[in-house]
């Protein structure tokens, strides 16, 4: 059996090694002034504080993440290969859901206040179907670096060769193609 999550440390935190001497400044993420009087994002937007963007949380097993969901919106369908998200709804509604190793549905549509569980690992994903409302809501982690696989994008903008994506998705490779094509950045 395979695990994948933060390891223990065995100090108060974790410096970088350029640091020696640190104050509350290290502790302290400003990346997400950006959100204060913004206008709401175009497309689905997410704002993460995890290791990459926080070094103060190397060794603390969590992150974070803020999501914006502009009317009709989706998070496409993804993965956190290394944690569990815990999902605050805190403006709008959203549907949710995610598929167990068994191959079920669990799906719920959420209002303001709403927590919901992903469980670690498996494929989840959210969707603003309002056409008039966004929603925002905010995620934790129980890792400083959940990791996110993205299906569409690891399936379909990658170097897979279109004849195993037809043979895996039981259908044709013109079909992968045109698939391929509607994922490919806009120009």
């Known amino acids: ?36 009087g913004a206008p709401l994002p175009p497309t689905f937007k997410v704002l993460k504080a995890s290791l990459a963007e926080f070094p103060a949380l190397n060794g603390q097993s969590v992150s974070y993440a803020v999501l914006l969901y502009p009317a009709g919106s989706v998070n496409p369908v993804h993965t956190h290969p290394r944690s569990a998200e815990l999902l605050f709804l805190a403006e709008g ?12 549905l669990f799906t719920q549509t959420l209002q303001s206040g709403d927590l919901f ?16 409302v966004p929603a925002l ?16 994008n690891t399936l379909f903008n990658t170097s897979i060769d279109d004849n195993v994506l037809a043979l895996s998705l039981k259908t044709d490779v013109a079909t992968i193609q045109k698939l391929k094509a509607g994922l490919a950045p806009k120009k």
Do not use: C, W
Not at 98 to 103: C, M, P
Not at 117 to 132: E, I, M, R
Not at 140 to 151: I, K
């Open 93 to 104: 509604a959203l549907e949710v859901g995610f598929v167990d190793t068994t191959n079920k």
């Open 1 to 36: 059996m395979a695990m994948a999550g933060d390891p223990d440390i065995l100090t108060d935190f974790v410096l970088p090694p350029n640091l020696t001497n640190v104050d509350g400044n290290f502790f302290t993420f400003t990346g997400m002034r950006v959100l204060i």
């Open 117 to 132: 569980v992903f469980p670690k690992g498996l494929v989840h994903f959210q969707y603003n179907s309002d056409a008039k």
């Open 137 to 152: 809501a905010i995620s934790a982690f129980g890792s400083a670096n959940a990791g996110t696989v993205s299906l569409p």
